[in-house]
Nanobody
Framework: QVHVVESGGGLVPTGDSLRLSCEVS????????MAWFRQEPGKEREFVAA????????DSGDAVGGRFTISRDNAKNTAYLQMNNLKPEDTAVYYC?????????????????WGQGTQVTVSS
Protein backbone atom coordinates (compact mmCIF):
# COMPACT_ATOMS: atom_id res chain seq x y z
CA GLN A 1 0.00 0.00 0.00
CA VAL A 2 1.33 3.40 -1.00
CA HIS A 3 1.78 5.83 1.85
CA VAL A 4 2.27 9.56 1.20
CA VAL A 5 3.43 11.90 3.96
CA GLU A 6 3.88 15.65 3.70
CA SER A 7 5.91 17.81 6.07
CA GLY A 8 7.36 21.30 6.33
CA GLY A 9 4.28 23.48 6.66
CA GLY A 10 3.94 26.23 9.21
CA LEU A 11 3.11 29.86 10.01
CA VAL A 12 5.35 32.43 8.35
CA PRO A 13 5.19 36.18 7.63
CA THR A 14 4.67 37.60 4.15
CA GLY A 15 7.81 37.37 2.05
CA ASP A 16 9.23 34.44 3.91
CA SER A 17 10.06 30.96 2.52
CA LEU A 18 9.10 27.38 3.28
CA ARG A 19 10.21 24.04 1.90
CA LEU A 20 7.64 21.27 1.85
CA SER A 21 8.65 17.63 1.62
CA CYS A 22 6.66 14.65 0.42
CA GLU A 23 7.90 11.14 1.15
CA VAL A 24 6.36 8.13 -0.55
CA SER A 25 6.64 4.60 0.82
CA UNK A 26 5.23 1.25 -0.21
CA UNK A 27 5.79 2.03 -3.87
CA UNK A 28 6.20 -1.09 -5.98
CA UNK A 29 6.10 0.58 -9.35
CA UNK A 30 8.06 3.13 -11.31
CA UNK A 31 8.08 5.47 -12.99
CA UNK A 32 5.61 7.64 -11.11
CA UNK A 33 4.74 11.30 -11.11
CA MET A 34 4.48 13.45 -7.98
CA ALA A 35 2.48 16.62 -7.60
CA TRP A 36 1.45 19.31 -5.16
CA PHE A 37 -2.07 20.67 -4.84
CA ARG A 38 -3.50 23.11 -2.34
CA GLN A 39 -6.91 23.77 -0.89
CA GLU A 40 -8.42 26.70 0.98
CA PRO A 41 -11.48 26.23 3.19
CA GLY A 42 -14.64 26.11 1.11
CA LYS A 43 -12.77 25.96 -2.17
CA GLU A 44 -11.81 23.20 -4.56
CA ARG A 45 -8.38 21.66 -4.49
CA GLU A 46 -6.15 23.39 -7.01
CA PHE A 47 -3.04 22.30 -8.85
CA VAL A 48 0.27 23.85 -7.83
CA ALA A 49 3.07 21.90 -9.52
CA ALA A 50 4.02 18.43 -10.72
CA UNK A 51 7.22 16.60 -11.60
CA UNK A 52 7.75 13.47 -13.64
CA UNK A 53 10.12 10.62 -12.95
CA UNK A 54 12.78 12.08 -15.24
CA UNK A 55 12.46 15.59 -13.84
CA UNK A 56 10.10 17.26 -16.26
CA UNK A 57 7.98 19.84 -14.43
CA UNK A 58 4.87 21.91 -14.82
CA ASP A 59 3.38 24.51 -12.51
CA SER A 60 0.19 26.51 -12.28
CA GLY A 61 1.68 29.53 -13.97
CA ASP A 62 0.64 32.97 -12.76
CA ALA A 63 -0.37 31.86 -9.26
CA VAL A 64 3.05 30.57 -8.29
CA GLY A 65 5.30 31.21 -11.29
CA GLY A 66 8.79 32.24 -10.36
CA ARG A 67 8.14 31.76 -6.63
CA PHE A 68 7.58 28.01 -6.24
CA THR A 69 9.92 25.27 -7.46
CA ILE A 70 9.20 21.55 -7.43
CA SER A 71 11.98 18.97 -7.34
CA ARG A 72 12.45 15.32 -6.44
CA ASP A 73 15.00 12.78 -5.29
CA ASN A 74 14.08 9.38 -6.72
CA ALA A 75 16.59 7.58 -4.49
CA LYS A 76 14.70 8.92 -1.45
CA ASN A 77 11.21 8.61 -2.98
CA THR A 78 10.77 12.24 -1.98
CA ALA A 79 9.53 15.38 -3.70
CA TYR A 80 9.98 18.93 -2.52
CA LEU A 81 8.20 22.24 -3.01
CA GLN A 82 10.39 25.26 -2.39
CA MET A 83 8.15 28.26 -1.80
CA ASN A 84 9.70 31.72 -1.81
CA ASN A 85 8.25 35.20 -1.33
CA LEU A 86 5.13 33.77 0.25
CA LYS A 87 1.93 35.80 0.17
CA PRO A 88 -1.22 35.63 2.33
CA GLU A 89 -3.10 34.19 -0.65
CA ASP A 90 -0.78 31.16 -0.52
CA THR A 91 -2.39 30.16 2.76
CA ALA A 92 -3.90 26.69 2.32
CA VAL A 93 -3.49 23.02 3.11
CA TYR A 94 -0.91 21.62 0.72
CA TYR A 95 -1.36 18.05 -0.48
CA CYS A 96 1.10 15.73 -2.20
CA UNK A 97 -0.16 13.22 -4.73
CA UNK A 98 1.27 10.32 -6.74
CA UNK A 99 0.31 8.76 -10.03
CA UNK A 100 1.76 5.78 -11.91
CA UNK A 101 3.48 6.46 -15.17
CA UNK A 102 5.19 9.34 -16.89
CA UNK A 103 2.29 11.68 -17.61
CA UNK A 104 2.69 14.91 -15.69
CA UNK A 105 -0.94 15.79 -14.98
CA UNK A 106 -2.60 18.85 -13.52
CA UNK A 107 -5.96 17.47 -12.41
CA UNK A 108 -6.84 15.69 -9.18
CA UNK A 109 -8.44 12.84 -11.11
CA UNK A 110 -5.06 11.86 -12.55
CA UNK A 111 -3.58 11.06 -9.13
CA UNK A 112 -4.36 7.91 -7.18
CA UNK A 113 -2.58 8.30 -3.86
CA TRP A 114 -2.70 11.31 -1.57
CA GLY A 115 -1.21 12.49 1.67
CA GLN A 116 -3.09 14.03 4.58
CA GLY A 117 -1.82 17.52 3.85
CA THR A 118 0.28 20.09 5.62
CA GLN A 119 -0.98 23.54 6.63
CA VAL A 120 0.77 26.62 5.30
CA THR A 121 -0.29 29.94 6.80
CA VAL A 122 1.16 33.24 5.64
CA SER A 123 0.45 36.21 7.87
CA SER A 124 0.04 39.70 6.44
Amino acid sequence: QVHVVESGGGLVPTGDSLRLSCEVSGVTFNPYTMAWFRQEPGKEREFVAAIGWFGGTIDSGDAVGGRFTISRDNAKNTAYLQMNNLKPEDTAVYYCAVSVGTDVGTTTAQYTDWGQGTQVTVSS
